[in-house]
């Protein structure tokens, strides 16, 4: 999946120069980091939309339009995927995986070196029922 952003970001990164009349990336560029926040925002309402209503194959097909999306905002904004990557190790380490950091401060336990050990276990849901995987 990394593999598969970082191929995009570096497409992304090829046609930002393009002539704007045939790239929607070189025109997204053009507009400017607004423009290409509007139009991550308005794809990120269609996933949720498609989410709610139980259309799985709308929410693949508007997923990976977010993702361009999101993609070319990293571009202009200077982030790599590499930086949304550390992000994640670093707060897989604090909380897992599949946990959002929390908006306020919070104390965590102060840990000599992280350990795979010591990460909450990752939940997987099946139906409405979860199972812990060790």
Known sequence: MS???ERLYLAVLA?????PAT?????LFQRGPSKMAKKLAEEAIE???DAVNGDAKAVVRESAD????????????????EDVWREMS?????LGIAEKLPKSPMKLPKVASPSISR???IVALEGRAARKRH
């Open 119 to 121: 990460r909450r276990p």
């Open 15 to 19: 046609a930002r120069d393009l002539d």
């Open 90 to 94: 670093r707060r897989e380490d604090m």
């Open 3 to 5: 593999d598969s952003l």
């Open 47 to 49: 996933v949720v939309i």
């Open 66 to 81: 977010l993702l361009y999306n999101l993609t070319v905002l990293w571009a202009s904004a200077g982030v790599r995927p």
């Open 23 to 27: 790239s929607r990336t070189a025109r």
